[in-house]
């Protein structure tokens, strides 16, 4: 009688926790929810590119609508006033 061979644990469990690390990475993103964000974190930029439908660079105040948590501040982030936020606004104002 021999008993089960063992499993590498470290290898399953370190696959599980990266999978669901992008998963909820993921999620939120699509949720839009404010959350702590660095502007090195290509989520942020991910998420600009995402609400810039037209492509040109700039968040009107239409595309801002896809991000609550920049549209509830777009006065404060757009800090040249021309409506629209650069990407430099956007990751600017989200540092806080
Ligand atoms: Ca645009
Ligand atoms: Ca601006």
Known sequence: MSAPK???PFDAC????????????GS???QGRPSPASPDDPAVI???????LNGDGQLSRDEVQRLPA????FDR?????N???????FLKGIQG
């Open 14 to 25: 370190s696959r599980l926790v990266l999978a669901s690390w992008v998963l909820a990475s």
């Open 70 to 73: 920049a549209a509830e501040q």
């Open 83 to 89: 409506q629209t936020l650069s990407r430099e606004e």
């Open 46 to 52: 991910a998420a600009f590119v995402r609400a810039d």
């Open 77 to 81: 982030l757009d800090t040249d006033g």
């Open 6 to 8: 063992p499993v590498h």
């Open 28 to 30: 939120a993103l699509a």
